[in-house]
């Protein structure tokens, strides 16, 4: 599998991506808000452009499809329920479901509702999984629920499937936002030295040639991942004094989301 994160240079910071199988150079993009850019990319590497996924239907991951359309062919792909917000959508996915790409990759659907209700991510399969997970999840963070989103539902989201992700899964957001979701982590953790060290590497980095984190590193600095860590948690008694004395991980994860839409 060929992935190719392409950073939009824009005021949101979206990531988009084409994914190519290396036997028949066909690819998939992902929420091409950005066409030039992604056809561009398409053009100089030699991959053939057949399927355009939209991980969810807000503007900036939909906004580029229909010139991407029109000038590759190719179908566009998004959760079954979203036809009623992204147009001219060829195929709607379920839960379980797979996509394909070329003649040597094969993704699994997840339903991962909760920064908006029609949300998916791709999980690829194989033994080097990566997840393609739109706004559900970012590194250091995850998805605000402002704009028709659920709280309650995110949590689901990730105490039932992400969290459950094998250490070696690679993790490939919508947006660039590590460094300010670091900065976010040592807020609430500050003697997490983990979160430190990443700051240090990366508070410099080139968005074009971003960090790519997996699992193993998201359970040291995703706060949303450390629901248990009694720093956090004592922490958050400042903000939130009718805590539970015990908390439960999905009063935590509630907690924090509400204090990250203000941060």
Same mark, same amino acid.
């Given at each position: 599998?060929?992935?190719?994160?392409?950073?939009?240079?824009?005021?949101?910071?979206n990531?988009?991506?084409l994914?190519?199988?290396?036997e028949?150079?066909?690819?998939?993009?992902?929420?091409?808000?950005?066409?030039?850019?992604?056809?561009?990319?398409? +053009?100089?590497h030699?991959?053939?452009?057949?399927?355009?996924?939209?991980?969810?239907?807000?503007?900036?991951?939909?906004?580029?499809n229909?010139?991407?359309?029109? +000038?590759? #062919?190719?179908?566009?792909y998004?959760?079954? #329920?979203?036809?009623?917000?992204i147009?001219?959508?060829d195929?709607?996915?379920?839960?379980?479901e797979?996509?394909?790409v070329?003649?040597?990759?094969?993704?699994?659907?997840?339903?991962?509702?909760?920064?908006t209700?029609?949300?998916?991510?791709?999980?690829? @399969?194989?033994?080097?999984?990566?997840?393609f997970? #739109?706004d559900?999840?970012? @590194?250091? #963070?995850?998805g605000?629920?402002?704009?028709g989103?659920?709280p309650?539902?995110?949590?689901?989201t990730f105490a039932r499937?992400?969290?459950l992700?094998p250490? @070696?899964?690679l993790i490939?957001?919508?947006?660039?936002y590590?460094?300010?979701?670091?900065?976010?982590t040592?807020?609430?953790e500050?003697d997490?030295?983990?979160? +430190?060290?990443f700051?240090h +590497?990366?508070?410099s980095?080139d968005p074009?040639?971003?960090?790519?984190?997996?699992?193993?590193d998201?359970?040291?600095?995703?706060s949303?991942?450390?629901?248990?860590n009694?720093?956090?948690?004592?922490?958050?008694?400042?903000?939130f004094?009718t805590l539970?004395?015990?908390?439960?991980?999905k009063?935590?994860?509630?907690a924090?989301?509400e204090?990250r839409?203000?941060?």
């Open positions: 599998m060929i992935v190719k994160q392409l950073y939009a240079d824009n005021r949101l910071r990531f988009h991506y994914i190519a199988c290396q028949t150079s066909e690819a998939m993009v992902i929420d091409p808000l950005d066409v030039e850019r992604c056809l561009s990319a398409a +053009k100089k030699g991959f053939k452009i057949t399927k355009i996924l939209n991980t969810h239907e807000h503007w900036d991951h939909i906004d580029g229909t010139e991407m359309k029109e +000038k590759t #062919g190719a179908k566009i998004a959760h079954g #329920g979203a036809g009623d917000k147009p001219n959508v195929f709607g996915l379920s839960a379980g797979t996509v394909s070329g003649s040597s990759i094969t993704f699994k659907v997840l339903d991962t509702p909760g920064h209700d029609s949300h998916i991510c791709l999980l690829s @399969n194989g033994h080097n999984p990566a997840l997970c #739109g559900t999840m970012f @590194n250091a #963070g995850v605000h629920c402002k704009l989103g659920d309650d539902k995110l949590y689901d499937q992400l969290s992700l250490e @070696n899964t490939y957001p919508g947006h660039d590590m460094i300010n979701n670091l900065g976010f040592l807020d609430r500050p997490n030295e983990v979160a +430190k060290s700051l +590497k990366l508070e980095q074009h040639a971003a960090y790519v984190s997996s699992m193993s998201e359970r040291q600095i995703n949303f991942l450390r629901l248990n009694s720093s956090i948690i004592e922490k958050l008694r400042a903000e004094p539970s004395n015990s908390p439960s991980e009063e935590v994860f509630i924090l989301r204090l839409n203000h941060w």
